[in-house]
């Protein structure tokens, strides 16, 4: 059967958690990737994986056919929104598809600076269905874009002075993405999805400490330290600074906010950062 429900970011941190719950629940999708060969390394064979490119109109086609839900990540680095974002989004809806689960930040409302505003900006103007998954910072940043600083480094080095966070687990996120997929989408709903805890990262820096055994330092750069090291390391200038404008807004306090709204969709608390750091210690190990 032609499944009904198509999966962009996979491989990426949300994306393989939503296949791998999908999976579990036997139901039936095709994943987007850009490339195929890597994705079904990584995901597996037995999925429907086609290959999928924001940038390449040529893949939109099959990639759409007979697709009625979307899940929709944004790629980090495509911060030009009308240029490489709308030519899929305009494509799906004119091939089909019905509603669309975009995995969005948390207060992007009040922000229209980054992509995530525009893109919910370009949906709610297209009129299909949507759930916005607007999420905090991912708990798994540490195990893979912090991983190698905090395993090689023993430190943590994030422009955010004391400000709290609500980090959230992506394995929630995924859960609640994959509900919004398989319920009726008549309904539309825009989440905001936090942990239950908001942490300063002098926190999260002792909490790793102790499930380690090894003293992870929290470096508290300034701002442009921050953005010379990330650049002086290869990353792309446009990328950098709305990483760099994300982590001055939670210095500013406005990531500490904590919603239920993970506890309301599936009805069990949010996982806590505790438990995160004990199922990925192997991510910080030598
Ligand atoms: N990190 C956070 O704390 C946080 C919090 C809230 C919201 N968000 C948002 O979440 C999104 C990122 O989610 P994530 O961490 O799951 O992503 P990710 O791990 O960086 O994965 C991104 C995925 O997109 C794919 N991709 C890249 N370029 C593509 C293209 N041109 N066409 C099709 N696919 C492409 C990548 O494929 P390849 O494997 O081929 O590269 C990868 O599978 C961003 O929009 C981010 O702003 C992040």
């Not at 979307?70 to 091939?95: C, E, G």
């Amino acid at each position: 059967m032609n499944p009904q429900i198509l999966i962009t970011g996979a491989p990426g941190n949300v994306g393989s958690e939503v296949v791998r719950v999908l999976q579990a629940e036997s139901i039936p999708f095709r994943v987007g990737a850009r490339d195929t060969h890597k994705a079904r390394q990584l995901l597996g064979d037995n999925i429907e994986i086609t290959r999928f490119d924001f940038l390449d109109p040529e893949t939109y086609i099959a990639i759409f056919a007979g697709i009625e839900r979307l899940f929709l990540v944004r790629p980090p680095a495509l911060s030009n929104v009308q240029r490489d974002i709308a030519p899929a989004i305009q494509a799906a809806i004119k091939m089909g598809v019905k509603q669309i689960v975009f995995l969005s930040l948390q207060g992007v409302e009040k922000n229209s600076i980054v992509p995530h505003h525009k893109i919910e900006q370009m949906i709610l103007a297209s009129g299909v269905h949507y759930t916005f998954l607007r999420a905090s910072f991912f708990m798994q940043n540490l195990s893979s874009t912090q991983a190698a600083e905090i395993r090689d480094e023993g430190e943590i080095a994030l422009p955010v002075g004391k400000a709290k966070t609500s980090f959230i687990d992506v394995r929630d996120i995924a859960a609640v993405a994959v509900r919004a997929l398989t319920v009726g989408y008549d309904e539309d709903h825009k989440y905001t999805l936090t942990g239950k805890e908001a942490l300063d990262y002098f926190q999260v820096s002792d909490k790793l400490s102790s499930v380690l055994s090894r003293t992870i330092r929290y470096t508290n750069p300034s701002v442009f330290h921050f953005l010379w090291k990330q650049l002086a390391s290869g990353r792309k200038l446009g990328y950098t600074l709305v990483v760099a404008a994300l982590y001055t807004l939670t210095r500013l306090g406005n990531a500490k906010e904590i919603t239920h709204d993970v506890e309301t969709v599936l009805g069990r608390p949010a996982i806590s950062f505790d438990r995160f750091a004990q199922d990925y210690r192997h991510c910080w190990q030598a």
